[in-house]
C-alpha cells in the first residue's frame, strides 16, 4: 500500500474517537478544490511509499493500547490492492476502522463491507448528480457513486455522507444533494477553507468565495429534515 503520510493521533477525523490517520497517495479524481495535492496528482506524488505500510502497522501496534482506530484516507484508499490485507491487520490489532472514500470504485467497497473490514465509512458527496463532474474533474459514472451509497446503507455499519461546499455551490445543490440522499443515518456539511501552506489541484480556486458556516448552517435548516442526522462541521 503506497502510504503518503502517517499521523499518530488525531480527535476529530472520528469523532469521540483517539485515531491514527494513514494518507494513501494516487486519486482517481481531480476535485479542483482539493488541499491533499501531493497525493492526487502524479507529478507530485512521491513514487514509492514515504512510509512501508509494515512499518506503520508497527507503529500502529504499539500504540493499539492507547488509540480507539485508524482512520484510512488519502488520496482515495480503494485504489489500494492491499488495502483489505491492511485494513485486516488493524482489526487483529484491537483497533476499529474508518474509512474515507470518495465512493467511485463500488465494487471494491461492496467487498471490504461483506468481509467486516469497515467500523464506519465516511463518503464524500461533491455536488448534486447534473454537477458531479464539474466538481471532480473528470468524467464521472454517478451510477457508480449512487452503488456505493446503496452499498454503504445496506450494509449495517455505521457511516456518513458528507460534502465539502466548494466554491460555487449554493443552498439550493445542498438542498439537492440532501434529497438525492434522503433518508441517510448522517450527513455533513463542511466549509471551504485553504490550510495554510496547502495549495488546490487547481490553484485557482484558492481565491474563490464559498459559502460561510453562517450560511451552512442556515442551508441546514432547509435540508435537515431531509436526514435522520448531521449538521455542519467547523
Known amino acids: 500500500m503506497r502510504v503518503g503520510a502517517f499521523s499518530p493521533l488525531s480527535l476529530s477525523d472520528d469523532p469521540g474517537r483517539m485515531?491514527?490517520?494513514?494518507?494513501?497517495?494516487?486519486c482517481n479524481l481531480?476535485?479542483?478544490?482539493?488541499?491533499?495535492?501531493?497525493l492526487v496528482l502524479p507529478e507530485l506524488a512521491p513514487q514509492g511509499p514515504t512510509l512501508a505500510?509494515?512499518?506503520?502497522l508497527a507503529k500502529l501496534r504499539e500504540r493499539s493500547g492507547f488509540l480507539d482506530g485508524v482512520v484510512v484516507s488519502g488520496g482515495e484508499p480503494t485504489l489500494q490492492p492491499d488495502l483489505g490485507?491492511?485494513?485486516?491487520?488493524?482489526?487483529?490489532a484491537g483497533l476499529r476502522t474508518k474509512l474515507d472514500t470518495n465512493g467511485s470504485r463500488p465494487g471494491v467497497l461492496a467487498a471490504l463491507l461483506a468481509?467486516?473490514?469497515l467500523d464506519y465509512v465516511a463518503m464524500d458527496v461533491k455536488a448534486p448528480p447534473a454537477r458531479y463532474a464539474e466538481y471532480v474533474g473528470v468524467d464521472v459514472d454517478v451510477g457508480a457513486i449512487e452503488a456505493s451509497m446503496r452499498a454503504i446503507?445496506?450494509?449495517?455499519?455505521?457511516?456518513?455522507?458528507?460534502?465539502?461546499?466548494?466554491?460555487?455551490?449554493?443552498?439550493?445543490?445542498?438542498?439537492?444533494?440532501?434529497?438525492?440522499?434522503?433518508?441517510?443515518?448522517r450527513y455533513m456539511l463542511q466549509p471551504f477553507r485553504v490550510p495554510p501552506?496547502?495549495?488546490?489541484?487547481?490553484?485557482?480556486?484558492?481565491?474563490r468565495p464559498a459559502l460561510s458556516v453562517d450560511e451552512l448552517r442556515h442551508a441546514w435548516m432547509a435540508i435537515g429534515a431531509?436526514?435522520?442526522a448531521g449538521g455542519v462541521r467547523g
Open 19 to 26: 485515531s491514527a490517520l494513514v494518507f494513501v497517495v494516487g
Open 30 to 38: 481531480r476535485c479542483p478544490f482539493c488541499h491533499n495535492h501531493e
Open 53 to 56: 505500510a509494515d512499518a506503520v
Open 85 to 92: 490485507s491492511f485494513l485486516a491487520a488493524v482489526r487483529k
Open 115 to 117: 468481509r467486516g473490514l
Open 153 to 185: 446503507r445496506e450494509s449495517g455499519v455505521d457511516y456518513e455522507f458528507r460534502t465539502t461546499v466548494a466554491p460555487g455551490l449554493g443552498e439550493g445543490d445542498l438542498i439537492e444533494i440532501a434529497e438525492w440522499i434522503r433518508g441517510a443515518r
Open 197 to 207: 501552506e496547502k495549495h488546490l489541484v487547481d490553484p485557482t480556486w484558492e481565491s
Open 226 to 228: 431531509r436526514v435522520a
